[in-house]
């Protein structure tokens, strides 16, 4: 079946420690996109990516980072630099331009220990 | 720029009760709209989605939204809540072309709550 798959569902990271979010999709999709979610604040636009080797910051992007060296892969890095990394994390992706739904894997709930 | 309000951050119907979740865009062009539903937990599911053509759409579990430009609004509504349907719901607008705002905005969220 096509979809997005996020791993791992939860991870603990301790202070001061990066650690890398994996999302992959199988829906040969060209737009992948990372979203934070905290409670009463919606979803936030961490990074996106319209193509490969190619990406964009979103309105939240400090202190982490991405890489798209792959179609079907967009892994995000929390760095040591985000002050507030607990949080819920949500990967989409779509067809580009705007005319289409994302699709969203399941999440990774990061909690700093 | 983009931006979506959801301003009913949370709302408790009683089950077989109609509801009608408010969303507000601001968007300079048509916009590509969206409803999704969250489970605790988990991702979000498309409801449904509006482009262009009948300003009244139908999406999935029953669920319906009305685009209104002279509003700028696209409220969900159900005719009778299921105990099924507490959960989060999301707005969302998409631009309406490609380049550097090809990018989703998403509300902050309605929390719904099902009475028995």
């Known amino acids: 079946d096509g979809g997005i798959t996020q791993s791992p569902k939860y991870l603990f990271r301790k202070e001061g420690q990066n650690v890398t979010l994996s999302c992959e999709q199988n829906l040969n999709h060209d737009a992948m996109y990372w979203y934070r979610q905290d409670p009463g604040q919606g979803l936030r636009l961490i990074y996106y990516s319209q193509i490969v080797n190619d990406f964009q910051k979103g309105d939240i992007a400090e202190g982490y980072s991405v890489s798209r060296e792959k179609k079907e892969s967009f892994p995000l890095t929390v760095t040591s630099a985000q002050k507030n990394p607990t949080a819920f994390y949500l990967c989409?992706?779509?067809?580009?331009?705007?005319?289409?739904?994302?699709?969203f894997g399941q999440g990774t709930r990061l909690t700093v220990v | 720029a983009q931006s979506v309000t959801q301003p009913d951050i949370h709302i408790t119907v009683s089950e077989g009760a109609s509801l009608e979740l408010r969303c507000n865009y601001s968007y300079g062009a048509t916009p590509y709209l969206f409803w999704y539903v969250q489970s605790p937990g988990q991702g979000l599911q498309l409801l449904l989605k509006y482009f262009s053509g009948d300003t009244l759409v139908q999406g999935i579990k029953g669920f319906e939204a009305e685009f209104k430009r002279s509003q700028s609004s696209f409220n969900l509504r159900k005719p009778s809540v299921h105990w099924s349907d507490a959960a989060e719901y999301f707005c969302?607008?998409?631009?309406?072309?490609?380049?550097?705002?090809?990018?989703?905005?998403f509300g902050t969220g309605t929390l719904l709550a099902v009475q028995p």
């Open positions: 969302a607008v998409g631009a309406h072309y490609g380049g550097a705002t090809n990018k989703l905005i």
């Open positions: 989409a992706s779509r067809i580009p331009p705007g005319d289409t739904e994302a699709f």
